[in-house]
């Protein structure tokens, strides 16, 4: 009889919920549930962000992370954590998909935009990750190490798909952090990363146009009027 209820009981929980695999979780995966929670509702709470977001660790293999449009539930996949090394690089996933649930909640509109244009929203759900980041404490160089190590360079043909190439999400992210929350750069936690010193290696020449556009070679001729300028300022 005790066997029989535990079986009806599995059977009730199995197929009732359609969220069971995200809710009922083994004793070894609820840590998992408790850390993307937490860190989720640190970000929301950091930025305060007034729109209610549920977060849930999932158990299937996928190495991936959702925003879903219709229940706002945020949902990181276990085939991803092999992929992530510390608490900054998860809270860059969460961030990622909390921007996109920001989008879901601007309404039917935005979310038919969203389906036209995938990409446009993909390049600002990754900026629009590092703002929230750094508003919750989060380093957001750790956006380029975790993006490096899950975004592959897509074929001409698959790039035609919903995810801007790899590289072009890793320059833009940087050119992000550069010019509007530079001091990570100076002060760089992650200079010795593996994952972050294959981005430099892998991104010299669009760093360097980077540069360039922020910070613009001055002319020889043009030399002498900012020495003219500074003797004025005396
Ligand atoms: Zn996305």
Redesign the pocket.
Known sequence: MKKFLIGLFVFIVASSACFADSVYLLEKDAPNQQKVMKIGFRILNANQIENRMTFFYSTQNEVNA??YARSKTIVVYKGLLPFIDDENEIAAVIC??I??GLDYFAGYWRRVAMGFNPKK??RK??LKGVDLMVNAGYNPVAMIVVLNKICEEPSYFENGGS?PAGSERLSAVYEYIYSKYPAYLADNDYKNNLYYQNFLLTSKAAREKIRQKYNPVVPVSNKKSDSDKSEQDK
Do not use: L
Request: aromatic share 10%; proline share 0%.
């Open positions: 959702a925003a990622h998909e921007a996109h929203y993909e759900a990754d995810h």
